[in-house]
């Protein structure tokens, strides 16, 4: 993946080609930033670039060498063919692969780092001049993992390179912020969310409202547009006016019970998606029905206030029913 593929992170590329082309590639560095706005494809265009064997010093995404460092492999685990670019992240390797006997099911585990980053770091790249070593979402490291690569992270062997990948990286170890680089990844802004969601053949006629709750993230904005999710979001958005509309509460109740509480990103989603329309028609209403216009923007508040709860972990159902309970007595100031 050639660093011009990359959208929307102009500064970004522009440090990292700067570095490649100078010769001062720094030995770890650290990508914050939102989840799919290209972290990613940049530690694979570095890793290209630092193994190309066809004599391009930006990597000319050709050669066998590049071709290997952004293929991975078809079975478990699903890992880059070329043995010089080792992707690290939790439950990515089967647990015989790592010694352990049960799958990492919260973090990356010691084991995974004593297995897959420290041996291989001691010694010499396999077939190029370097090593890369890209962790996704590394603020999954447990402290044992990250205490455990700290010193190589400090001092790593010549040509030994480190890309941490994160959208949390205030749950970094701050000994591992301090020992890596920082290079920060912004949300995409609309028209480049807008070129990849026509690219991918999103209908125009989705593509708004998945824009609109995806916060600048690519990959967001193709999961919100699929038709599934599409359908289910409007579903609940319906649900939940309905529910406003009745002569009780007795929808409410009965959309609470029927949720999956469980999975609190979707049903913040979804709030986010409500809210959304609200806003929308509070902006069209305002000249023409003044009065719906204040009451739109007062339930808009009100589901945001939700979502807030939500993420301080209340629940769900209740979460609900107190929401459609507030919008049901939301009265013009």
Known sequence: MPFSHILGQDE?????????????????YRFEGPEGVGKE????????????????TLGCGRCDACRRAVTLAKD???????????????????????????????QVSVEQIRRLVLPHASYPPHEGRARVFIFRRAEELGTAAANALLKTLEEPRQGTHFVLMSSRSDRLLDTIRSRTLKIRFGPLPDPIMRKILTDQNVPAEKQDIAIELAAGSAAAALE???????????????????????????????????????????????????????????????????????????????????????????SASLSIVSLVSEMREAIPG
């Open 224 to 314: 919100l547009a699929d038709a599934e999710r599409t359908a289910a979001r409007d579903e609940f958005v319906a649900a939940m006016l309905a529910a406003v509309k009745a002569p009780d509460m007795g929808p409410a109740v009965a959309l609470a019970e029927a949720r999956d509480t469980k999975d609190k990103d979707r049903l913040k989603e979804d709030l986010r998606a409500l809210g959304a329309m609200l806003a929308r028609s509070a902006r069209t209403r305002i000249e023409a029905d003044p009065r719906a216009a204040a009451i739109d923007a007062q339930r808009y508040t009100a589901v945001l206030r939700a979502i807030g709860y939500i993420e301080r972990n209340a």
């Open 41 to 56: 494809m940049a530690a694979f265009a570095l890793a290209q670039a630092l193994v190309c064997t066809g004599g391009e």
């Open 76 to 106: 478990r685990p699903e890992v880059p063919l070329h043995p010089d670019v080792i992707l690290i992240e939790r439950g990515l390797y089967p647990p015989g692969t790592i010694g352990r006997n049960t799958e990492e099911s919260s």
């Open 12 to 28: 970004a590329i522009r440090t990292l080609t700067r570095a490649i082309q100078g010769g001062r590639v720094h030995h770890a």
